[in-house]
């Protein structure tokens, strides 16, 4: 009947071994293709902005409220120092 020849189980562990090779290869082409590439950016080693951590949200109100002309110096001084803690 056609049931004693072939590789048998070793034949089925081979597919499934080859499935799962197979799967993995497009997930990974899926994820290449769709990740933002540094290359896109302009690449290379990220800008020092990039690498210095974002201010806290206070210290950013208060530049600004400084830049409009709220507050004087002193005042901006003060705050500053005890936002930062120094």
Not at 13 to 36: E, K, Q
Not at 65 to 86: H, I, P
């Amino acid at each position: 009947m056609g049931w004693g020849t072939g590789w048998g189980m070793g034949g089925w562990a081979l597919m499934g071994l080859a499935m799962v090779i197979f799967w993995g290869a497009v997930a990974y082409g899926l994820v290449v293709l769709l990740r933002p590439s540094s290359r896109a950016s302009g690449g290379g080693a990220p800008s020092i902005a990039a690498r210095m951590p974002e201010k806290s949200s206070a210290l950013r109100t208060l530049d600004e409220r400084f830049a409009r002309g709220d507050m004087t110096e002193e005042e901006y001084r003060q705050r500053r120092d005890l936002l930062k803690g120094s």
